[in-house]
């Protein structure tokens, strides 16, 4: 079976080290655009784009991106709470057009409880999860051309339509990631691809075999990929040591900093991270060739793999096993280990290359009069 490797934009910085501003690179449009270049005509499948204060707005970076890249795709955030499903789905419809069918979308309900507070979001853990759940199914029913009378608890819509439809049919592609138990009885009911960081095999195993459960109760199926930074060299031992070289400049006081805040968290996946390499950084190699120094200061995914090509690759082929079907991938700076990546990865894999989008058909109409319009005729677009 052929993977699918995405890469990472990294709108929250990027540099040489972690932890420290010690050779750190400006992260302005001009090297966006050189990160989505270089993904694109590597073979990417796509790029995640993050979400949060730390962060461009995921939505104008992908749209800025689109006019110069020719088939990468963008996994884009929604952010439940801070914006109505029903202008999310207007929005996920026209990214997929002037895409042309090249737009991917990560459902988020943040964990941070001081950061959504700063966004209006004043729910706890399990009644973010429950908002989310009220949002997602609109979000899904609009795209798929249905006109939606919605009442829940937290969401509540009359009439909600989508004029324009998007590329993809029936809609774009629901992604999301969570660990706890209403975040996998979500998954299970309406997503698409299931996202996990890149904890030990065993323990991905297990999350994949319950979400996949309880999609099973549902009639449903779900397919599944993981979110990890990799460290590739020509040896295991360059590897390794660039691996140490990532933190050389992190010290205890910078790491205890990082874990403390860490902690405010109400993430259950946060919480595993962190249990991973519990703030130390003496074992750090957590399971064969999975190293856990990157989560000593980064919130998120925090794991990488670290060898070089064929043992990488032979690390892919056991998540692979599991059932992952797509990799997120990342590394520091970007820009070059994106081609490292590309040159010394992607020949030891049977990777999956997306195409480039073909011309599709249209409707033509003209302006809309009361709020509505009458489709007129197919007209052939680029």
Known sequence: MS??????????????????????????????????????????????????????????????????????????????????????????????????????????????????????????????????AEFTRVWRRVLEGETVDYEGKHVKVRGARLMFKPVQQPRPPLWFGGSSEPAQALAAEQVDVYLTWGEPPEQVKEKIEQVRAKAAAQGRTVRFGIRLHVIVRETNEEAWQAADRLIANVDDATIAKAQAAFQRADSVGQRRMAALHGGRRDKLEISPNLWAGVGLVRSGAGTALVGDGPTVAARIREYEALGIETFILSGYPHLEEAYRVGELLFPHLDLQVPLVPQPRVVQAHGEAVANDFTPEKKVARG
Do not use: K, M
């Not at 490797?5 to 992260?27: C, N, Q, S």
């Not at 088939?71 to 789905?89: E, H, K, M, N, Y």
């Not at 991917?104 to 973010?128: S, W």
């Open 3 to 132: 993977v699918s490797i995405f890469w990472f934009l990294p709108t929250h910085g990027d540099g040489h080290y972690l932890g420290t501003a010690e050779g750190a690179r400006p992260v302005d449009h001009a090297y966006l655009q050189q990160v989505a270049q270089a993904a694109d005509r590597l073979g990417f499948g796509g790029v995640l784009i993050p979400t949060g204060r730390s962060c461009e707005d995921a939505w104008l970076v992908a749209a800025s991106l689109i006019p110069v890249t020719q088939r990468l795709r963008f996994l884009v955030a929604l952010r439940p709470g801070v914006i109505s499903p029903t202008q999310a789905a207007r929005q996920a419809a026209t990214l997929d057009r002037l895409s042309n069918g090249r737009a991917l979308f990560n459902l988020v309900t943040g964990g941070d409880p001081e950061e959504l507070a700063g966004d209006g979001v004043f729910l706890d853990h399990r009644e973010r999860y429950a908002e989310s």
